[in-house]
């Protein structure tokens, strides 16, 4: 299982990124996955979820209404659209995929937001 994120970096408050995760090893369409963002000397914190075929996303109550996760099974690819971005969101973020006991993650991509 491998997962190639991208699409973080450097954006003024009140901006948009547009994150994605490209997975392979796995059969990506009949799986959940989710993003995690982690602060400096935090743990890591699960923010959205998406079923296999993209429905009933879960949204974390402090990015509720400003981000927006999706997939697209043809190309193996989850995405996180991050609107109106603030301070707050800056963090490591991170996809995840969990089969059974065995727990995968991508190399996480840094977002920053400041003036």
């Known amino acids: 299982v491998h997962f190639v994120e991208s699409g973080g970096g450097l954006v003024q408050p009140g901006g948009s990124l547009r994150l994605s995760c490209v997975a392979s090893?796995?059969?990506?369409?009949?799986?959940?996955m989710t993003w995690y963002r982690q602060y400096p000397g935090e743990e890591r914190k699960m923010i959205s979820m998406i079923t296999s075929y993209g429905g009933s996303p879960y949204y974390e109550d402090s990015v509720k209404g400003r981000f927006t996760i999706s997939r697209d099974n043809g190309v193996n690819t989850v995405f996180l659209k991050m609107d109106n971005l603030k301070p707050d969101d800056t963090a490591v973020y991170y996809c995840r995929f969990v089969d059974g006991p065995n727990d995968y993650w991508g190399q996480g991509t840094q977002v920053t937001v400041s003036s």
């Open positions: 090893g796995f059969p990506f369409s009949r799986y959940a």
